[in-house]
């Protein structure tokens, strides 16, 4: 029987708290405990100088060792970590999550022997580092965001939709027909944040979203909106149903056509502050729904309701 730090996945713990249960330092990702037979594993996201990358499949993390400057190598706790694969030690897997605040992700396997790869150091030059393959027994998954993480998503939300603001012919082909593609497709390239892979929008799928709904308010085709400045069509904005945010939960990519709804202004800040949203979302849910589960999708209205709270 191993150690039972009496964590529930998911729960989100102080540091201080990290080194009462264990017993391990508060400064290194990779912590030991001499009276113990187990490793905590700490991901901080906010160190640049450690290009730790998760996989799609949210389990498979590869994570960089220990040392800032120069080659790192294989001993000290570097090699503790790699001796796993011949001992019993067990791995405890957390998470940084924003100042002080650490998710703790369960227990993790170390899958293969590290491999030399090829980053960055703290003084901006390249040098050789250990990336060891972990796997975590449970998936990692967030339908709750922390502030941080809102604030984060909000700014790159932001971000998308200032940039419909001033569209016009030039960015849009009113000879070409679109189509939805009806199939999965993948995500594109990540950055993390506050312990959260953000995936970054494509502008021209969000064009192509408006194009395909007739510059038309999805929710309701007979509201009323003014016509764009620089284009002779109603201003309506692109949404994504499923917000972007959690992409994390899903194997493919959520910036699909048949995921970005055609809003009014109104009804836009209606899905996002108002008390009726969920009326709007329903309906919305309806009309995509089974064209969602042909891109690889699939979402019940509940876990949907839960990403609006």
Wanted: charged share 35%.
């Amino acid at each position: 029987m191993g150690f039972d730090p009496g964590l529930e996945i998911g729960e989100m713990i102080s540091n201080q708290k990290i080194h009462d249960i264990f017993g391990v330092d508060m400064q290194q990702g990779i912590r030991t405990s001499k009276d113990h037979n187990y490793i905590v594993i700490v991901l901080k996201n906010d160190n640049g100088e450690y290009q730790d990358t998760w996989n799609d499949d949210g389990y498979r993390i590869n994570y960089t060792g220990v040392g800032q400057i120069g080659d790192q190598k294989l001993n000290g706790r570097n090699k503790t970590l790699r001796d796993v694969l011949y001992n019993n030690k067990e791995l405890f897997f957390f998470e940084k999550d924003s100042p002080n605040k650490y998710v703790y992700r369960g227990l993790c396997d170390l899958e293969d022997e590290p491999k030399i790869s090829i980053q960055l150091d703290k003084n901006g030059n390249d040098r050789k580092v250990y990336v060891f393959p972990l796997k975590l027994h449970t998936r990692r998954k967030e339908l709750v965001h922390s502030l941080e993480q809102e604030k984060e998503f909000e700014i790159e939300e932001r971000k998308y939709d200032l940039t419909f603001n001033s569209i016009g012919k030039k960015d849009i082909k009113f000879n070409k027909k679109i189509e939805y593609k009806l199939k999965p497709r993948k995500k594109t390239k990540s950055i993390m944040k506050y312990g959260t892979i953000i995936y970054k929008r494509n502008k021209l799928i969000g064009i192509n979203a408006l194009k395909k709904a007739k510059f038309q308010c999805e929710y309701d085709i007979l509201h009323e909106s003014f016509v764009r400045k620089n284009l002779d069509v109603k201003y309506t904005e692109p949404h994504h149903l499923i917000p972007m945010s959690f992409s994390d939960q899903f194997d493919f990519s959520l910036d699909i056509e048949e995921n970005i709804v055609s809003l009014c202004s109104d009804c836009h800040n209606l899905i996002h502050y108002g008390r009726d949203r969920y009326v709007l979302l329903r309906r919305l849910f309806e009309q995509r729904k089974n064209l969602l589960k042909q891109c690889g999708i699939e979402i019940t209205f509940e876990e949907l309701k839960q990403m609006y709270k």
